[in-house]
T-cell receptor, first 114, second 116 residues
Framework: DGGITQSPKYLFRKEGQNVTLSCEQN?????MYWYRQDPGQGLRLIYY???????QKGDIAEGYSVSREKKESFPLTVTSAQKNPTAFYLC?????????????FGQGTRLTVV | AQKITQTQPGMFVQEKEAVTLDCTYD???????LFWYKQPSSGEMIFLIY??????QNATEGRYSLNFQKARKSANLVISASQLGDSAMYFC?????????????FGAGTRLFVKA
């Protein structure tokens, strides 16, 4: 079945450590996205990529980095520069274009700083 | 500036009744898409319904319908015959054109509680 796989589901990080969240899709979608969700809040866009080897900063990119070396994969690294990384992270993909292009989401990764 | 506004942090509805969740948006694009997603407590995001900016008819998907008023820039979600399983967070989203392609932005969400 086609879909988006995020791993791990739960992740614990010590202060000062970098961690990488995995996102893989087999939907053959060109566009991929990373969102952050804080408790009771909406989704805020961290980074997005429309095509392999290209990505753009979203609204809250500071303290995060991404790569897009393969169409299927869009890993997110939460660096030590991110001051408040505890949150729920959602990866999504979609077809290109503005119309009729709903995003398909992974199950999310819940990151906790300990 | 807020692009997607959902003014109802929480809503209560009696089982089997209809409920309207409000959404207004702001864009200067002519071509854009509007979406509603449901997020149960498990955290997954479930796509519910889509409305294109050029669609003249309001979108419907089963018990969900989208009341699209383009001049007012509103895209309210109507859920008919509410069920207990409809209790969840609901997010309005807009697909817009940006430098380098397109992105989808979300509102802050409305938490719906369905009462038995």
């Amino acid at each position: 079945d086609g879909g988006i796989t995020q791993s791990p589901k739960y992740l614990f990080r010590k202060e000062g450590q970098n961690v990488t969240l995995s996102c893989e899709q087999n939907l053959n979608h060109d566009a991929m996205y990373w969102y952050r969700q804080d408790p009771g809040q909406g989704l805020r866009l961290i980074y997005y990529s429309q095509i392999v080897n290209d990505f753009q900063k979203g609204d809250i990119a500071e303290g995060y980095s991404v790569s897009r070396e393969k169409k299927e994969s869009f890993p997110l690294t939460v660096t030590s520069a991110q001051k408040n990384p505890t949150a729920f992270y959602l990866c999504a993909s979609s077809k290109p274009g503005p119309m009729n292009t709903e995003a398909f989401f992974g199950q999310g990764t819940r990151l906790t700083v300990v | 500036a807020q692009k997607i506004t959902q003014t109802q942090p929480g809503m209560f509805v009696q089982e089997k009744e209809a409920v309207t969740l409000d959404c207004t948006y702001d864009t200067s694009d002519q071509s854009y898409g509007l979406f509603w997603y449901k997020q149960p407590s498990s955290g997954e995001m479930i796509f519910l319904i889509y409305q294109g900016s050029y669609d003249e008819q309001n979108a419907t998907e089963g018990r969900y319908s989208l009341n699209f008023q383009k001049a007012r820039k509103s895209a309210n979600l109507v859920i008919s015959a509410s069920q207990l399983g409809d209790s969840a967070m609901y997010f309005c989203a807009m697909r817009e054109t940006v430098a380098g392609g397109f992105k989808t932005i979300f509102g802050a969400g409305t938490r719906l509680f369905v009462k038995a």
